[in-house]
């Protein structure tokens, strides 16, 4: 007599009591009763350790593990393509019965479980009939070794603000910027500048929501889409340079949209500490520039100020310089004039790189310091649990 599944219900994820036939070589498991799983073409079960993705489809079920092997997405809980199964997190596919990947894929191949209905209850055998075989993948080129290269400290430029490149505009916050970097390169530092508004990334998907583990490093967007330009600010971020200085204009009383849409996607860098303890800004050093319409100055530096330390960066004695015209100004056409003009200003800018570029001297000619986790949230997840 087998037992009944516990909390069989609407839920994507079964959890039934594991009910035993025969020996443990021969071990059939009943996952409930046919007449409920047949209502869903698609379901994840779990008995123990072993996941499956539980399929009925053209009147027969199908099992194969619900570990999928990308980065361990529970295939029962995605969608049926036709005869193959998409994971949730990332969209990779896997046959239904066969357990391969989709066309083309095919040496990616999950677990296959055999499946028989005996008295109305559904039972799978708890030995997979096919192996895991994972195809090798070219390694991203963002999977370096986090080492640094030689060299004097090395400054990127992030400039957030955006216009119509065919009718470009001054604007005040890239001005400042570029007074920054032609200080640090005028001291022999080398510089990049990223302008945001001419890099094509996509936004952040939200695969954190899903799951921690599915938010992954390299960026699953990254990792997915060869024409994503997220890349180019990852390089910069995590190995190329010592400082980054980071240039926004206020819009509505906050950083302006595309850096929202940069420090987004930068979830995959803070996300590695909390998965794996593994810091990827250290001995980094971020300032910034914030200049704006009205007002704000104050919110703008404390949402960046908090963004950046979240993910290892440290900042110099006053980490920003800014200006903004006040409240009641609207008078867009004298603020630029004022900005074009002003030495203060510009001088600013140079003694922030000045300050900036002391404290990366001094970071990097310190030992490293271990990054004490107590009192921070960041415990690491569990990872997914391969099946058996
Ligand atoms: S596609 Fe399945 S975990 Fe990424």
């Not at 594991?18 to 698609?42: K, S, Y």
């Not at 092997?69 to 997190?89: F, M, R």
């Not at 008295?119 to 096919?130: C, D, F, I, N, Y």
């Not at 080129?141 to 030689?150: F, M, N, Q, V």
Request: hydrophobic share 40%; proline share 5%; with cysteine.
């Amino acid at each position: 007599m087998l037992p009944g599944p516990v909390g069989l219900g609407l839920r994507a994820s079964i959890s039934y009591r594991a009910a035993v036939e025969n020996t443990a070589n021969d071990e059939w498991v009943d996952v409930g009763a046919a007449e409920a799983l047949r209502e869903r073409p698609l379901q994840q079960v779990t008995a123990g350790r072993l996941k499956l993705a539980l399929s009925y489809q053209d009147g027969s079920f199908a099992a194969i593990s619900g570990v999928c092997n990308h980065v361990g997405g529970p295939l029962g809980e995605g969608t049926l393509h036709g005869e193959y199964i998409a994971c949730p997190w990332h969209g990779w596919k896997f046959h239904r019965q066969t357990g391969a990947g989709e066309p083309g894929y095919e040496a990616d191949q999950v677990p296959t479980h055999e499946v028989k209905v005996e008295q109305g209850r559904v039972l799978v055998r708890r030995a997979p009939s096919t192996p895991r075989r994972k195809a090798p993948h070219a390694k991203h080129a963002l999977e370096r070794s986090l080492e640094r290269e030689p060299g004097p400290p090395r400054v990127v430029g992030i400039s957030t603000t955006n216009m119509n490149s065919e009718l470009p505009r001054y604007s005040t916050s890239d001005a400042l910027l570029d007074s920054a970097l032609a200080r640090a390169r005028a001291a022999g530092h080398e510089t990049r500048l990223l302008r945001l508004r001419d890099l094509s990334f996509r936004n952040c998907e939200g695969y954190y929501s899903k799951s921690a583990h599915a938010c992954t490093w390299p960026c699953s967007i990254t990792q997915m889409d060869a024409q994503d330009q997220m890349d180019q600010v990852y390089d910069a971020l995590v190995f190329w340079a010592d400082v980054v200085v980071v240039a926004t204009p206020i819009r509505w009383g906050v950083a302006s949209a595309l850096y929202f849409k940069m420090a987004e996607r930068l979830n995959c860098v803070q996300n590695q500490l909390t998965l794996r303890d593994r810091v990827m800004i250290r001995n980094k050093v971020a300032s910034f520039i914030i200049t704006g319409g009205q007002d704000n100055v104050q919110g703008v530096a404390g949402q960046a100020l908090t963004f950046f330390s979240e993910l290892g960066f440290s900042f110099p004695q006053f980490p920003y310089i800014a200006h903004s015209r006040g409240w009641s100004a609207e008078d867009m056409e004298n603020n630029v004039r004022l900005v074009q003009h002003s030495t203060g200003l510009h001088e600013a800018a140079r003694a922030l790189m000045d300050r900036s570029l002391a404290l990366s001297q001094h970071l990097l000619g310190s030992s490293e310091s271990e990054t004490v986790r107590a009192g921070r949230k960041a415990s690491g997840a569990p990872a997914p649990a391969a099946d058996e």
